[in-house]
Antibody
Framework: EVQLLESGGGLVQPGGSLRLSCAAS????????MTWVRQAPGKGLEWVST????????FYADSVKGRFTISRDNSKNTLCLQMNSLRAEDTAVYYC???????????WGQGTLVTVSS | EIVLTQSPATLSLSPGERATLSCRAS??????LAWFQQKPGQAPRLLIY???NRATGIPARFSGSGSGTDFTLTISSLEPEDFAVYYC?????????FGQGTKVEVK
């Protein structure tokens, strides 16, 4: 059974940093691209970042480019999102998701809440 | 950036009725479109990928159609558990984009 468990969310002040992690199990982690999607309170879904299977290619939304860094450790089956220079508008539930071989988000974690506020 | 526009914003229907949801892209995404279902407090769930392929475990009452810029998600006969928010998403171009969602509510 595919399982994705996010951690690392919490309350942080504007300008601060946070590192999210996603522990993956139930599939061959090193074979699939992974992604982060966020959802602000009461709002829709927003794609944040994607990393390919071997970590050699990364993609970012313009809203986070230069501030967020996606990475993965295939030896530990872990996906990470380093978030710097956080803003109030980054407040959201952050989901990690696995991509299928067709690059669709086929499995999702339950999300971790990031709140940026003073 | 490809903009996806979903309509209607809200669909009020009764169990057993047919639901038809629309997603229009600002430029062609070929068939690289997915549909997701999200219930309150839950993560999204993949329903349809490549415009018309049902994801694993998705009931046959869910079907998708379309290509290019116009796509439709149809729920043939609404079950109580189908009342939720539905999002379309394109993977034809970076950045990935989602529609704003259609809420299917009980009439």
């Amino acid at each position: 059974e595919v399982q994705l468990l996010e951690s690392g969310g919490g309350l942080v002040q504007p300008g601060g940093s946070l590192r999210l992690s996603c522990a993956a199990s139930g599939f061959t982690f090193s074979s699939y691209a992974m992604t982060w999607v966020r959802q602000a309170p009461g709002k829709g879904l927003e794609w944040v970042s994607t990393i390919n299977a071997d970590g050699g290619s990364t993609f970012y939304a313009d809203s986070v480019k230069g501030r967020f860094t996606i990475s993965r450790d295939n030896s530990k089956n872990t996906l990470c999102l380093q978030m710097n220079s956080l803003r109030a508008e980054d407040t959201a539930v952050y989901y990690c998701a696995k991509y299928s071989s067709d690059w669709y988000d086929d499995y999702w974690g339950q999300g971790t809440l990031v709140t940026v506020s003073s | 950036e490809i903009v996806l526009t979903q309509s209607p914003a809200t669909l009020s229907l009764s169990p057993g009725e047919r639901a038809t949801l629309s997603c229009r892209a600002s430029q062609s995404v070929s068939s690289y479109l997915a549909w997701f279902q999200q219930k309150p407090g839950q993560a999204p769930r993949l329903l349809i990928y490549d415009a018309s392929n049902r994801a694993t475990g998705i009931p046959a009452r869910f079907s998708g159609s379309g290509s290019g810029t116009d796509f439709t998600l149809t729920i043939s006969s609404l079950e109580p558990e189908d009342f939720a928010v539905y999002y379309c998403q394109q993977r034809g171009n970076w950045p990935r984009t989602f529609g704003q969602g259609t809420k299917v509510e009980v009439k």
